[in-house]
């Protein structure tokens, strides 16, 4: 099955940039979205199609995919952007196509 | 309004069953593709299913399959979740998400989840 390596976390000083990392074999041939969640609460879409911003969603947010790398970006880091980011794919390249989240990343502002 | 509300968790004995139910409103559920996706207790999202929105299609999580059966019912607005055969790790939060109107679109609306206990 389709495999997505994030790193357990990341750390980040308020205003700098945030970069997310997820890892994949040739993840860039597919489309990736990215969850943020924070404690207790439901998942949120922060980015879908591997760059697109759902209404809402503040243009600090940012992704891109190439290669075997997807990468979520966060430009001008504030304290309520600390939180768990996930990604996700749609793997349809066996007999039984199924979606794919990656481990997460604890995103913590300094 | 989108609202996603869960409903049917709680405490179950190893080896039995539950239904969960999620009722949607503020938009036009015949139209989406539906999923359920659950988070162990300190653990990472896991997908378990989704459904396409006439229910032709449906696809599982390996761990899933044979034991849970996604469906819905577009004239009530319901997509639910039979779980047989429960096991100590089906445990988690369940939540519904609306998908898009084709995979692999994000889900973009989550309910806020309903909690299965396996456990003796």
């Known amino acids: 099955s389709y495999v997505l390596t994030q790193p357990p976390s990341v750390s980040v000083a308020p205003g700098k940039t945030a970069r997310i990392t997820c890892g994949g074999n040739?993840?860039?041939?597919?489309?990736v979205h990215w969850y943020q969640q924070k404690p207790g609460q439901a998942p949120v879409l922060v980015i879908y199609y591997d760059s697109d911003r759902p209404s809402g969603i503040p243009e600090r947010f940012s992704g891109s995919n190439s290669g075997n790398t997807a990468t979520l970006t966060i430009s001008r880091v504030e304290a309520g952007d600390e939180a768990d980011y996930y990604c996700?794919?749609?793997?349809?390249?066996?007999?039984?196509?199924?979606?794919?989240f990656g481990g997460g990343t604890q995103l913590t502002v300094l | 309004e989108v609202q996603l509300v869960e409903s049917g968790g709680g405490l179950v004995q190893p080896g039995g069953s539950l239904r969960l139910s999620c009722a949607a409103s503020?938009?036009?559920?015949?139209?989406?593709?539906m999923s359920w996706v659950r988070q162990a207790p300190g653990k990472g999202l896991e997908w378990v299913a989704n459904i396409k929105q006439d229910g032709s299609e449906k696809y599982y999580v390996d761990s899933v399959k044979g034991r849970f059966t996604i469906s819905r019912d577009n004239a009530k607005n319901s997509l639910y979740l039979q779980m047989n055969s429960l096991r100590a790790e089906d445990t988690a939060v369940y939540y519904c998400a609306r998908d898009g109107v084709v995979v692999p679109a994000g889900s973009d609306y989550w309910g806020q989840g309903t909690l299965v206990t396996v456990s003796s």
């Open positions: 040739n993840i860039g041939s597919k489309s």
């Open positions: 996700q794919v749609w793997d349809s390249s066996s007999d039984h196509p199924n979606a794919v």
């Open positions: 503020g938009f036009t559920f015949s139209s989406y593709w």
